[in-house]
């Protein structure tokens, strides 16, 4: 999937792979509820997202659907280096008819636009390396104004063996067979990425553990 050489054709369908295992895993409802609960305790129904490394989309517009559902007012961005996920996403939302935008970037070398109130990524950590995991926690930590919250896989044993039995019942897609259990390889235990947070100089987070082997890391900026 980071191969920018990769096939159209595979690229699209392990796309449409990923976004049938993030539905069945409910991915998505773990990055929901901390931006479901920041907009209850701080009474707003407004709020601007930024999602860096959005795929096809389905994330935000997962969540656009459920911020309707709440009548909260989100105002949706996807950032992602790839002009194919992008393609994709752009088709996921017209198909939805939600409005969002899409910013082809990549978020660790280019700046990141600073008037969202919640900066968001998820399944994105894993597929970088320790320093720059540290660099963009931090780079998210600058652009949000109110909240960070990212999403990803633990490794262990058990996840990389419920990643090679899942992802072979759910897609036909053969990057995805590939890609998830070395997605789970390149994954952090909860040890190791609380000692990435701290070294981004972020304090007062949040880490919780999710079945199937995922954990979701929450941030508020303090007021100043």
């Known amino acids: 999937m980071d191969d920018p050489q990769l096939d159209q054709r595979l690229h699209k369908q392990a796309l449409t792979g990923l976004s049938r295992i993030n539905w069945l895993t409910r991915t998505h409802r773990l990055v929901w509820r901390p931006i479901e609960s920041y907009c209850r305790e701080n009474q707003l129904d407004s709020v601007a997202v930024l999602d860096l490394g959005c795929g096809s989309g389905d994330l935000l517009v997962w969540l656009k659907t459920k911020a309707q559902a709440a009548r909260i007012d989100l105002k949706i961005t996807g ?7 992008l393609e ?7 198909q939805a008819k939600i409005d969002a935008d899409f910013l082809q970037m990549n978020v660790l070398d ?8 919640i900066v968001i990524c998820s399944l994105f950590l894993h597929h970088l390396a320790d320093g720059d995991v540290v660099h963009l926690l931090r780079r998210m930590a600058e652009s949000a104004r109110h909240l960070v919250v990212a999403a990803d896989l633990h490794r262990g044993r058990w996840a990389h063996l419920m990643c090679w039995a899942g992802t072979r019942l759910i897609t036909r897609s053969p990057v995805v067979h590939v890609d998830g259990p070395r997605s789970v390889e390149g994954a952090f235990t909860l040890v190791e990425i609380k000692q990435l947070v701290k070294q981004a100089g972020l304090t007062k987070y949040q ?10 890391l929450t941030w508020k900026k303090p007021s100043p």
């Open 79 to 85: 950032c992602d280096m790839s002009p194919v996920a």
């Open 110 to 117: 280019e700046i990141l636009p600073t008037h969202h109130d």
């Open 88 to 94: 994709s996403a752009r088709h996921r939302a017209d």
């Open 207 to 216: 880490i919780a553990r999710h079945w199937p082997e995922r954990f979701v």
